[in-house]
């Protein structure tokens, strides 16, 4: 059974950065896609980046378009979120997922994910 565990967060003044891991085992090779996803106190969660694990295909949602980067290093099993030029409206609890399917231009909704790690938060305030 696939587990993630997702590590990085942590607090940060406006414009900083944070480079979040994603850590997987026991079964990543089932999984298509790695995706972040982040949820703030009474919203729901929503995908922010994506990746195609067998091409290094990405989707960006527009609010972090240009200033996340999502990656993965197939050989350790682990996804990256490098996060610049952080806003306020970043703060969050951030989750990373793994799902079976992926589509070129399109952010899944949280249901298309079968595997989630822990959270880890992150605080963007001055």
């Known amino acids: 059974q696939l587990q993630l565990v997702a590590s990085g967060g942590g607090s940060v003044q406006p414009g900083g950065s944070l480079k979040l891991s994603c850590a997987a085992s026991?079964?990543?090779?089932?999984?298509?896609?790695i995706a972040w996803f982040r949820q703030s106190p009474g919203k729901e969660r929503k995908g922010i980046s994506y990746?195609?694990?067998?091409?290094?295909?990405?989707n960006y949602a527009d609010s972090v378009k240009g200033r996340f980067t999502i990656s993965r290093d197939n050989a350790k099993n682990t996804a990256y979120l490098q996060m610049n030029s952080l806003k306020p409206e970043d703060t969050a609890v951030y989750f990373c997922?793994?799902?079976?399917?992926?589509?070129?231009?399109?952010?899944?909704?949280?249901?298309?994910?079968?595997?989630w790690g822990q959270g880890t938060k992150v605080t963007v305030s001055s």
């Open positions: 026991g079964g990543l090779a089932d999984y298509n896609t």
């Open positions: 997922a793994a799902g079976r399917y992926w589509l070129s231009g399109l952010l899944l909704a949280a249901p298309y994910f079968d595997a």
């Open positions: 990746i195609r694990l067998s091409s290094g295909a990405t």
